[in-house]
């Protein structure tokens, strides 16, 4: 993982706050197998789900930094985060690098498309609006040069 990952807020999370939800690597890991949308991943039923508790307490993490790879991957490209991951379950081991976050703006390849931003708005704000409401914005956002200003915008998305 990146370097911050090996302070305190990562290795030592135990879940005792909701805050501690969002740094804690096991249930964000267990959130990830499980398929569970990154939006819904602190839902006080996803923190609950027993499930999940019983997953994150199967789980055997360790975190170890490579900062010398990292800060060598950063040298030759300054956009890159220099990740590395090996997995061993079920008798198996995988293991995977990645130089680049999905949705960065560069490489350009890994940038978001219209698409995949639209969905992810979507899927965001529906906990709060509904997915009619969600598309109309959609729609507004990608003619904005069309509105008379932002109150018609948000107007969709406060009612």
Not at 28 to 46: D, G
Not at 85 to 92: L, S
Not at 101 to 124: M, V, Y
Request: charged residues 30%; glycine residues 2%.
């Amino acid at each position: 993982p990146h370097p911050m990952a090996q302070f305190d807020y990562a290795r030592r999370n135990v879940l005792t706050t909701e805050a501690d939800y969002c740094f804690n690597l096991r249930h964000l890991l267990a959130c990830a197998v499980f398929r569970i949308k990154p939006s819904f991943w602190h839902n006080p039923e996803v923190k609950r789900n027993p499930d999940i508790q019983s997953f994150i307490k199967t789980l055997n993490l360790e975190i170890n930094i490579d900062e010398k790879d990292f800060a060598q991957a950063k040298r030759v490209d300054s956009n890159t985060y220099q990740m590395r991951i090996e997995v061993r379950a079920k008798g198996e081991t995988y293991k995977a690098v990645g130089s680049y976050l999905k949705g960065s703006w560069t490489p350009e390849e890994l940038r978001n498309t219209d698409e995949e931003l639209a969905e992810k708005f979507i899927h965001n704000v529906s906990k709060r609006v509904s997915e009619e409401k969600a598309l109309k914005a959609v729609e507004m956002v990608f003619a904005l040069e069309k509105l008379e200003g932002m109150a018609p915008l948000l107007a969709v998305l406060a009612q």
